[in-house]
């Protein structure tokens, strides 16, 4: 999403570029923003520690916390023994990342930042689903329907990883052959991520409700007691279902790349091409350093088409900004298909679409 300044015609026929409000202050981010990445280096070294970790850094009282450290090569046993050997617990490989999910010692942190094999050490953040607007034509308003009618391009043979709340095997989940009476679930694949249960249903309901935009057949909508059957746009796309959100539609940073290290790792079983990620949370570094973004550039590096949330924060006026630059990470990321939220008025056109005034807005 890019920004352009604002333009108006002179009475000379010349175009006067006038400069916004919000661009101005976007600008004077930026700039603060270059301060800030010049002043990590300015001790001679490089800054590895996230600023939500500084806070915590040099503390003796025996407290931990959850870290994702990110490393400078795919970590070995002996990596991981230097970090239990300061009082750290390994808890999740993400060679995926070249890093893994560990329990440190906050008294910890400073000598795991010293270490010339660690690249950057932040928090196991959590994150959120974000919910969805009315999507009763939606499919009719991005012309799904004549992209399967017209072209075949219904989903047949193709995995979509749906990383979320879990996916409930729903009706309209079911393919059905009429002729000879045969059916089964388009939900291929189930595993748990969620700590403290191998639960893979959608206790929150989100997951579902993804996986019906996807893939729902219709079959509970269609006939002459309805008005309007809600499919799918791709009906005939298989499931492969990552949950990541418990039942209350929260979930953590380690658990979501765990989950994206698997779908890659499944790429070739269920010729996963689509990975759809229906959650995010606030960014707070680079692109190139957060360990969720680099998880889902992993994914594009491996063929994998990875599609974003851009979040709910449009409405959010913190910085001054209308609210741009309130997308969540990962959508945030450069390689990713970023997706914001429609109002479709209830209609198949498009003439008549607005952008919904809470999806968050760029730039990414």
């Not at 970790?53 to 990110?70: E, F, S």
């Not at 019906?212 to 007691?225: D, E, H, K, L, Y």
């Not at 680099?294 to 594009?300: D, L, S, T």
């Amino acid at each position: 999403m890019a920004f352009a300044a604002e333009t108006q015609p002179s009475s000379d026929g010349s175009i006067l570029k006038t400069t916004t409000t919000w661009g101005a202050r976007l600008v004077l981010f930026a700039l603060i923003t270059l301060l800030a990445s010049g002043l990590s280096f300015a001790d001679g070294k490089k800054h590895k520690l996230s600023k939500d970790l500084d806070a915590l850094k040099g503390g003796h009282n025996g407290a931990t916390v959850d870290v994702i450290i990110q490393f400078n090569q795919t970590p070995t046993a002996v990596h991981h023994q230097k970090v239990q050997n300061k009082g750290g617990v390994l808890k999740t490989k993400l060679d995926v990342i070249k890093g893994a999910h560990y329990s440190v010692p906050t008294g910890s942190l400073e000598d795991l930042e010293n270490d010339p094999d660690v690249a950057y050490i932040s928090p196991n953040r959590p994150l959120s689903g974000t919910s969805a607007s009315t999507l009763d034509y939606a499919a009719e308003t991005v012309n799904a329907p004549m992209a399967r009618q017209q072209w075949g391009l219904d989903g047949t043979g193709i995995g979509v990883a749906v990383i979320d709340s879990g996916v409930t095997a729903v009706g309209d989940l079911y393919w059905w052959i009429p002729s000879n009476q045969t059916y089964g679930s388009r939900v291929v694949y189930s595993q748990n991520f969620v700590p403290g249960t191998t639960d893979t249903s959608d206790q929150y309901g989100h997951g579902t409700h993804v996986a019906g935009i996807i893939a729902g057949a219709g079959w509970f909508s269609t006939g002459s007691n309805f008005t309007h059957t809600f499919k799918g746009i791709a009906p005939n796309a298989n499931i492969i279902n990552l949950r990541v959100l418990d039942q209350n539609g929260a979930g953590t940073d380690s658990s979501a790349i765990a989950a994206i290290q698997t779908a890659i790792s499944l790429k070739s079983t269920y010729n996963i091409r689509v990975i759809n990620l229906s959650f995010g949370r606030q960014v707070f570094e680079s692109y190139t350093l957060d360990p969720l973004c680099q998880a889902v550039e992993a994914a594009w590096n491996a063929g994998i088409v990875v599609v974003a949330a851009a979040g709910n924060q449009g409405r959010r006026d913190s910085a001054g900004t209308e609210g741009y630059g309130t997308i969540a990470a990962p959508g945030n990321d450069p390689y990713v298909i970023t997706v914001g939220a429609m109002k479709t008025a209830n209609t198949p056109t498009r003439t008549d679409d607005t952008i919904a005034s809470y999806s968050s807005k760029g730039p990414t």
